[in-house]
């Protein structure tokens, strides 16, 4: 069972859903963010000059803030895989399954991220959602090196 899972064909459109809705999360970082920092400036009369200044955006803004560079660091690794994988031909199964552990992980460390403190929680949901992204580019070179 486990090898018809890794080895049934896809589309390879299908896997630009879950690219989509990593950039669908961003986008809405994006929007929490200046949503954030306007209610902090009316609240507090913030400058924008204060938001560059270290510890200058405090509470969630700061964290939304740190959840949105984090959209940066391990997801440009993911949406690079997925455009290989679309234009390279055979994706499988168990590749968009993993690309879906991979966004849903996102999620979650979003929520544990900007909603609580609770840093080995944040921790758990990063490992889960970085072993998918390995486990996705293991699979992909697998293939292809099947493949050659």
């Known amino acids: 069972m486990f090898g ?21 999360l961003t986008a809405f970082l994006y929007v929490w963010l200046s949503v954030e ?15 560059a200044r270290p510890g200058g955006d405090a509470g969630r803004g700061a964290r939304v803030a740190s959840n949105l560079r984090n ?9 690079m895989l997925i455009l290989a994988l679309v234009l390279g031909g055979d994706p499988v199964q168990g590749q968009l399954w993993l690309a879906w552990v991979f966004v849903l992980g996102r ?8 909603l609580t403190d609770n840093v080995v929680l944040r921790g758990l949901v990063f490992a889960i959602n ?3 992204l390995v486990g996705l580019w293991l699979s ?7 493949s050659a």
């Open 4 to 24: 018809a899972f890794h080895t049934a064909l896809i589309e390879p459109a299908d896997l630009l859903w879950p690219s989509a809705a990593h950039l669908a």
């Open 130 to 132: 970085f072993s998918a």
């Open 107 to 114: 999620i979650l460390h979003t929520g544990v991220q900007t």
């Open 71 to 79: 959209q940066f660091e391990a997801p440009p690794f993911f949406h």
């Open 37 to 51: 920092r306007a209610l902090s400036v009316l609240k507090q009369r913030n400058r924008y000059a204060d938001f």
């Open 140 to 146: 992909f070179f697998f293939q292809a090196f099947n």
